[in-house]
């Protein structure tokens, strides 16, 4: 699936404005953005999935414009077919796991779910193995759990696009190889693309078919893998992606 991007965002005030200006295309189903903190990736998450509305510019989703400012185009966050995965995983601790996973699909006026969207909850607990789950609450859950809730709750609406923001950055390291496995066996089944923002050169090597690469509030360069998984010449593919990525970014010289 196509993802296209090309938008502006400016953010803060005074001292604290920042301006983005981030521009990128890619069609492959693992996509990784990385870059220094502050960058204006998780700017770039929130635009795609209509948390956040850009001065201008694009977003394309397969066939679908999400976003065109230019032709007044701006679909609600609910129709954009968008899963996101926030760094916390952004559980409501007052909800089980199935009120959790079943928040998004809640009528805006009303506080039950259809027979049809229970189903759907029901489906996805069961996909992704935590139906044992489903009365237990978020504090209740080990972190590879809440994990998994958060991912059922991406998934429930079988969006066309699947954004994590550091899905991995509250696990200590054992956990998180074991997570980032996971992950790729979930997206496999659900047949979902991803986009995710890491700091972790692991997760390039495991994650990134297509690696996008920021600087403070722009897009550098976009490098998308061609070797076939597997192979040996893929393994030094890979390091050169993980050695591009941690590539210190520096400002260009005034002349």
């Known amino acids: 699936m196509r993802l296209d991007v090309n938008i502006r965002v400016t953010a803060g005030r005074g001292a604290d404005r920042f301006e983005l200006h981030a521009q990128f295309t ?5 996509s990784l953005l990385f870059g220094p903190s502050g960058a204006g990736k998780t700017l770039t998450l929130l635009a795609i999935a209509g948390l956040l509305h850009p001065d201008s510019g694009r977003i394309v989703v397969g066939d679908r414009v999400l976003f065109d400012h230019a032709a007044g ?23 089980s796991v199935a009120a959790n996973v079943g928040f998004g699909l809640l009528p805006t006026f009303g506080r039950r779910l259809s027979a049809v969207d229970q189903a759907a909850v029901d489906e996805v607990l069961r996909k992704l193995e935590i139906e044992g789950l489903r009365q237990r609450f978020p504090h209740e859950l080990s972190g590879g759990q809440r994990q998994r809730v958060a991912m059922a709750r991406a998934l429930v609406r079988e969006p066309a696009l699947l954004l994590l923001d550091e899905p991995f950055a509250a696990l200590d390291g054992a956990l998180r190889a074991r997570v980032r496995d996971e992950l790729e066996d979930i997206r496999r089944r659900f047949d979902v693309p991803m986009l995710l923002i890491s700091h972790d050169p692991d997760d390039v090597r495991r994650l990134a078919d297509a690696l996008v690469l920021y600087a403070p509030g722009r897009v550098m360069q976009v490098v998308e893998r061609c070797e076939p998984e597997g192979s040996p010449a893929a393994a030094i593919e890979v390091e050169r992606l993980v050695e591009l990525a941690l590539t210190p970014w520096a400002p260009p010289q005034a002349a």
Do not use: S
């Open 26 to 30: 890619t069609a492959r189903d693992r």
């Open 73 to 95: 185009i701006d679909l609600p966050a609910r129709d954009r077919r968008i899963g996101y995965l926030f760094q916390d995983g952004a559980l409501f601790p007052h909800l």
